[in-house]
């Protein structure tokens, strides 16, 4: 006798293929972009065989050299900022009563995952262009500023979801044991939220790495990030030296994507 | 020993008045606590008795500082505290779910109080030394938290808000996650502490039993009113109303009407006709109908004739004591407990008629 079964999704027919398919879609483009990234030959296309000479060109361009540099800065700077007022967002919507307007001040929080990414790309641009009119400066803090900002709700996120899960009456009892809430902070809160910082900071690290569109409309002239580089690139010649950076993107984002994964799940006690 | 209000002998302590708490507002405003008044004495072993719910809870919680009491007054030695923060209050706090810090070891939690209060690192390791050893875990400082038993944890939390030596030990249902061997343990555990630290302790428990074997006084709590405060045993043979009568122990119930009253002793007409003498409870009815209560071992079986008179419905051995359900006149059953001898023959039968006496000025009249 078998017992009559709920409904499982797995059990339908066609799910197999229909699974199947999403993920070709979703993996074969970028399997492929990797196995072209050792291609002996010019093509991004056609297979001539395997060699490292992407890498070694991409390693030598000067360019590459330099957009990477810019976007390494751009990216710690934009993940600092964005975690230290994260973990203050996450404080002030976590640790005190509901007020008035709280719900809003959430969605404002998040406001730049709802707005569409060209709206705000050209509102800097905008806005910035009128600073530099005032101001004439057309350094870096304009990149720093727009990719801090964007990423703030990625780094909120995991900050306000390891807040969430926290035990108050730890942060109760430091209080009744004299700690001052700095102090309380510092000596309690800070320790057991630390796997949610490094999250948020590794989150915002990734987003701001791979962002495009915000960044080539808010750069000034001459500035150029790894992901605005390869754009220039794609519209004059691609060689798989494109497939070298690209592969070596993917590979900084999987390893800080695991290694999230496994900061959340070792430290759940 | 006195009873009632505080003497001249000991010296108060903590001083609430008029003390209420509302929670949230219009529709859904819930009152937590309605104007509350007690005193608490230096040294004494205090408990806050009552069902879940009752306010208990949010009212230690007023005294450590995390509920804003809406309206009164909570004073310590005569200081104000409603307006400091729980950083700046001299009261220290056993969380229920012990709330001990799983980032640092047992010594390290035990110490954390005094480096709040910016001790010198000797002091520190000295008092924490002393905790160690009082509550028997000195083998156990280097390890973290969570690598100790539940009873251990227990023990951590107590020496934690023992070591800044506060001058008020809040306790909020500390034993309840313990099983039960090792709660009567800790029962004993926490007398001895409480005497050898000379610290005020109150005590949040819905355990009736634990409250009696533990508690110099008690006050007992339900919907956010304190009904009754006093001695364990004054609380116990001498209820004041239907809910503490109910809630500590096993009470009969028997309607009666005051015939007369003098002080504290009221002559009541039983619904049999005779008449005896009990224990009239403060601002209670001076006249008129009021219920009594008889706890069970108060009471002896009789043959009839005597105040009371019914149907033995039941007889239920208990190993210890043997219990008598009786019906009387009005319907209602009166339970009699009879602590049992070493091999006496049952000398009574389901479905005689039996009589019910009690002495007087052990029923207690019902403030309602």
Known sequence: MTKPRAFDVRRQSGFAFVALCCFVLLYLPIILLVVFSFNAGQSIAIWEGFSWRWYVSAWQNEKVQDATVLSLIIATCASLVATSVAVMAALATTRTGTFRGSALVFGMINQPLMIPEIVTAVALLIFFAMVKVATGYTGLWYLIIAHSAFCI????????????????????????????????????TLPQLWPGVLAGAMLAFVISLDNVIITEFAKSAGQDTLPTYMLGQLRR????????????????????????????????? | MPRGESSDGARRMINIVALSKTFGSGATAFTALTDINITIRENEF??????????????????????????????????????????????????????????MTVAENIGFGL??????????????????????????????????????????ALARALAPKPE????????????????????????RLQSETGITFVFVTHDQEEALTMSDRIAVMNKGRILQVGGPKDIYDHPAERFVADFIGDTNFVTAEIQSLEGDTALVRLPSGRQIAARSAPDGAVSGPVTIAVRPEHATLEAQGALLDGLLKNIVYFGTDTHYHVMT????????????????????????????????????????
Not at chain 1, 253 to 264: E, K, T
Request: hydrophobic letters at 40%; a neutral charge.
């Open chain 2, 168 to 191: 008020v030990l809040l306790l909020d249902e500390p034993l309840s996650a313990l099983d039960f061997k090792l709660r009567k343990e800790m029962q004993i555990e926490l007398k």
């Open chain 1, 153 to 188: 709700p990625f780094a909120y996120m995991p900050i306000r979801a390891r807040l969430q899960g926290m035990d108050l009456s730890l942060e109760q009892a430091a209080a009744d044991l004299y700690g001052t809430p700095w102090r309380v902070f510092r000596m309690v």
């Open chain 2, 46 to 103: 205090f408990t806050l008795l009552g069902p879940s719910g009752c306010g208990k809870t949010t009212l230690l919680r007023s005294i450590a500082g995390f509920v804003d009491p809406s309206s009164g007054s909570l004073t310590i030695h005569g200081d104000d505290i409603l307006s400091k923060p729980p950083y700046a209050r001299p009261v220290n706090t056993v969380f229920q779910n012990y709330a001990l810090f799983p980032h």
């Open chain 2, 115 to 156: 480096e709040m209060l910016d001790r010198p690192k000797s002091e520190i390791r000295s008092v924490v030394g002393e905790m160690l050893e009082l509550v028997q875990m000195t083998e156990m400082a280097d390890r973290m938290t969570s690598q100790i038993s539940g009873g251990q944890q227990q023990r951590v």
């Open chain 2, 329 to 368: 006149q009005d319907g209602s059953t009166f339970v009699i407990r009879r602590q049992n001898q070493p091999d006496a023959a049952e000398d009574h039968k389901v479905g005689e008629q039996v009589g019910i006496s009690f002495n007087p000025g052990v029923a207690q009249v019902l403030r309602d």
């Open chain 1, 237 to 269: 010649v691609v060689t798989p030296e494109i497939n070298a950076i690209s592969t070596v993107l993917l590979a900084i984002s999987v390893a800080l994507v695991v290694a999230f994964y496994l900061l959340s799940k070792s430290k759940k006690q």
